[in-house]
């Protein structure tokens, strides 16, 4: 992971990385602007430590012609701060060379909501024994509020289960099962924890942090056609520490 994020918005290195490159092969020519080779160079390792997994899956080379068309692409803005890489995976959806690579931009969300989840803020963690206190009143006419750090992703393709294997070093299971997934990360103590949990709880602490009710939410989630059991789903995402904690009132 790369913590030093750079801002490729900044107008000189937008001149430098919006320059036609002829090949990546020039950045090793005599002849080329070797400014512009380190900067481009410099901005595409710094994207291939944001997403490893996708560094990995495509290989040294491969990576490199995609980041530098994603670098030289236009950059959105993203409130305060510009983290490299955060248009990444919408680019590579409708990147012509990849496009039926559909697990790809998976993995690239993935890769940074690690990042996201490992730098956000500290929180106490909701547990199974705070929310056993209330009554259900106050359960379900409250709002449970998701940890700064939880971040909860759901693909229509195992862009989880790819991610997965290639994050914990482990070989895809053969024949991989091609159906969509859920993933939800949280943070104890510190470290980043993965998991697979199913669509209708990534809808669940959606409309949480949306700010519905308890109620409202559950409601939501069975209107939408999604399975979601309250008894069974709210203790494994309190047990995974998705929650910091449940107001009284529902914003």
């Not at 602490?205 to 209107?223: F, N």
């Amino acid at each position: 992971m790369n913590e030093g994020i750079q801002d490729i918005r900044s107008p000189f290195v937008r001149s430098i990385l919006e320059r036609a490159v002829p090949s990546l092969q020039a950045w090793h020519e005599p002849v080329f602007d070797s400014r512009h080779g380190a900067v481009l160079r410099g901005a595409i390792d710094a994207l291939a430590a944001n997403v490893p997994s996708l560094h990995r899956l495509l290989g040294g080379d491969a990576f490199d012609e995609v980041a530098a068309a994603f670098l030289r692409a236009p950059q959105p803005p993203h409130g305060r701060g510009f983290r490299l890489g955060a248009g990444l995976p919408g680019f590579l959806a409708s990147y012509p060379p990849l496009v039926e690579h559909d697990y790809l931009p998976g993995v690239a969300a993935l890769d940074l909501a690690w990042i996201e989840s490992h730098l956000a803020a500290e929180a106490k963690v909701l547990t199974t024994e705070d929310v056993f206190a209330l009554t259900a009143e106050q359960l379900l006419h409250g709002r449970l509020v998701p940890h700064p750090a939880t971040r909860w992703l759901t693909f229509t393709v195992p862009s989880f289960t790819i991610w997965r294997r290639q994050r914990e070093e482990r070989p895809l299971e053969e024949p991989l099962a091609w159906r969509g997934e859920s993933a939800l990360f949280v943070r104890r103590r510190g470290d980043v924890d993965w998991r697979a949990i199913e669509v209708g709880e990534a809808e669940f602490v959606a409309a949480c942090a949306a700010g519905q009710s308890c109620d409202d939410a559950l409601e939501s989630v069975l209107a939408g056609g999604s399975g979601f059991d309250l008894a069974l789903s709210l203790p494994r995402l309190l047990r995974a520490g998705a929650f910091t904690r449940i107001e009284a009132e529902a914003a």
